[in-house]
């Protein structure tokens, strides 16, 4: 289905996109990806390095007469973020993405499409295999392992690049230029699983809770959605109060930064109960539905008898998650005072899932204020504690502070209402771009993060808009040409 994309304007960027399409990406999983972006450039003759970290650099000469412009860095990240529906068969780490056209978008066949960072990769190759462009000297950085870590970002070593300016690709709306983002850490608890056996009078329930849009932690926490793992734990909680349910298994969400849009498991009752189980969580899910019903409209609650599990969780080990998953802080945390309308700080509450012998709780805080994000991750940190898990901060990553006097930002504001009619909105990221952890390294970069209009990212109603993707090009080339002298 990718070919039809491969005739929409751009072409070249559009033929790239769909090449990357059918390589498998998914994060910690970029072999293929890495070898195909170093094996580009190297067929355009250009100086191309595949770092420590699985970083690809690409070095690109300035065209005649634009020698002495600054030096130009455009960089995105390689992997994406795999997610799929329940009821699709596909495996990210050896199946291409069915990308297709629909009412004006590029959507993927019941998966992530991974426009999130693939027209940003597939629009910095597009330059570089441009032979009509004018623009000063260049350098293509694309970057490993963003979605699960910034790994690449975190990595990448000072004196690689030479570059004054970084543009950044991986902002989600056209028109509106990222100058800022949020910095994040990431929360693990771990519960050891102790197990009781099941006696015969025990009926046993899969519940599941699916239908959910789930969605960017970062972009959409905001917008109200419904957590899996909240909305499991919500039940159960009620259950094991008025009905005496136990947990057998749990498995809900998939990545921290993926709002969590499903989540299964394992519910025993005794068999005199069984039917006032099901009257209850038809209940709850009546309530529930009624409360989301504007925001998650697909959101499904279903309890279907399934055969009778061997053990069980403890019944006090079940007491401390339920209580501890429900009480976790979770959703916005605090908006901001100086941005108004933009969240500051917020946690996710990502993943809840039993793995052998543990129970692991996964959470990523984000905040664009330092204090903030060690704040919120304390509390977590309080709440789990209290449960007797063990717990575990990893991952910290710093935010990028705005510059309204950006020189950059000047000279892409202005060009683009020269071109357009009006100014670009001007937006600090809740979501967690590189560019915080890359201008620690490289202190003298004037960063700015453009890109065009991607709904739905982390999750598989993503879709990216056609039309903006060709005025995003436009605006690049455009920029690339007008690049202050040095």
């Given at each position: 289905m990718s070919e039809e994309i491969k005739v929409l304007e751009p072409k070249l960027l559009w033929g790239i996109f769909s090449e990357l399409t059918q390589i498998p990406r998914p994060s910690d999983h970029e072999e293929q990806v890495q070898d195909w972006a170093v094996s580009y450039g190297e067929k355009l003759g250009l100086e191309t390095v595949k770092d420590?970290?699985?970083?690809?650099?690409?070095?690109?000469?300035?065209?005649?007469?634009?020698?002495?412009?600054?030096?130009?860095v455009i960089q995105g990240h390689?992997?994406?973020?795999?997610?799929?529906?329940?009821?699709?068969?596909?495996?990210?780490?050896?199946?291409?993405?069915?990308?297709?056209?629909?009412?004006?978008?590029?959507?993927?066949?019941?998966?992530?499409?991974?426009?999130?960072?693939?027209?940003?990769?597939?629009?910095?190759?597009?330059?570089?295999?441009?032979?009509?462009?004018?623009?000063?000297?260049?350098?293509?950085?694309?970057?490993?392992?963003?979605?699960?870590?910034?790994?690449?970002?975190?990595?990448?070593?000072?004196?690689?690049?030479?570059?004054?300016?970084?543009?950044?690709?991986?902002?989600?709306?056209?028109?509106?230029?990222?100058?800022?983002?949020?910095?994040?850490?990431?929360?693990?608890?771990?519960?050891?699983?102790k197990q009781?056996?099941?006696?015969?009078?025990?009926?046993?329930?899969?519940?599941s809770i699916t239908g959910l849009k789930g969605g960017h932690s970062g972009v959409d926490i905001h917008l109200g959605r419904g957590n899996a793992n909240k909305l499991f734990f919500r039940i159960l909680k009620s259950g094991a109060e008025e009905l005496g349910v136990k947990l057998s298994h749990i498995q809900g969400g998939s990545l921290r930064n993926a709002i969590p849009r499903e989540a299964f498991g394992t519910v025993l009752v005794k068999r005199k109960k069984a039917e006032a189980l099901v009257e209850l969580v038809n209940?709850?899910?009546?309530?529930?539905?009624?409360?989301?019903?504007?925001?998650?409209?697909?959101?499904?609650?279903?309890?279907?008898?399934?055969?009778?599990?061997?053990?069980?969780?403890?019944?006090?080990?079940?007491?401390?998650?339920?209580y501890a998953v429900w009480a976790a802080p979770n959703d916005v945390v605090?908006?901001?005072?100086?941005?108004?309308?933009?969240?500051?700080?917020?946690?996710?509450?990502?993943?809840?899932?039993?793995?052998g012998d543990k129970i692991e709780v996964l959470c990523l805080v984000r905040s664009f204020s330092e204090s903030a994000k060690m704040a919120l991750a304390s509390r977590l940190e309080s709440v789990f504690k209290l449960a007797e898990?063990?717990?575990?901060?990893?991952?910290?990553?710093?935010?990028?502070?705005?510059?309204?006097?950006?020189?950059?930002?000047?000279?892409?504001?202005?060009?683009?209402?020269?071109?357009?009619?009006?100014?670009?909105?001007?937006?600090?990221?809740?979501?967690?771009?590189?560019?915080?952890?890359?201008?620690?390294?490289?202190?003298?970069?004037?960063?700015?993060?453009?890109?065009?209009?991607?709904?739905?990212?982390?999750?598989?109603?993503e879709k990216v808009n056609i039309e903006t993707v060709q005025k995003y090009w436009d605006f690049l080339v455009t920029t690339l040409e007008n690049i202050p002298e040095k």
């Open positions: 420590e970290a699985g970083n690809v650099i690409i070095k690109k000469p300035a065209t005649p007469g634009m020698e002495n412009r600054k030096t130009v390689l992997d994406m973020v795999p997610q799929k529906n329940s009821d699709k068969e596909h495996n990210f780490e050896t199946d291409p993405i069915e990308a297709f056209i629909e009412d004006g978008w590029v959507t993927a066949n019941g998966t992530t499409l991974g426009a999130d960072n693939g027209i940003g990769v597939s629009s910095a190759l597009a330059v570089l295999a441009s032979d009509d462009l004018k623009h000063g000297p260049l350098e293509v950085l694309l970057t490993a392992t963003e979605e699960t870590g910034m790994d690449g970002a975190m990595g990448l070593k000072a004196g690689l690049l030479d570059g004054d300016i970084l543009i950044n690709t991986d902002t989600e709306d056209e028109g509106t230029f990222s100058i800022g983002c949020a910095g994040g850490i990431d929360f693990s608890a771990t519960f050891k699983n009781k056996k099941v006696d015969k009078n025990y009926a046993a329930f899969k519940l209940e709850m899910a009546a309530t529930i539905k009624e409360e989301l019903e504007n925001v998650e409209p697909g959101l499904t609650i279903r309890l279907e008898e399934t055969e009778l599990p061997k053990t069980r969780m403890a019944g006090s080990l079940q007491k401390k998650l339920t605090r908006m901001s005072d100086t941005m108004p309308g933009t969240v500051e700080t917020s946690s996710n509450l990502a993943n809840v899932k039993t793995v898990a063990s717990v575990k901060l990893s991952g910290s990553y710093p935010g990028w502070k705005p510059d309204v006097h950006s020189e950059i930002l000047e000279v892409m504001t202005n060009l683009y209402a020269e071109k357009y009619g009006n100014k670009p909105k001007l937006l600090a990221m809740h979501a967690g771009l590189e560019c915080g952890i890359l201008g620690a390294t490289y202190t003298n970069w004037d960063m700015i993060s453009v890109g065009p209009t991607i709904k739905f990212p982390h999750s598989p109603d």
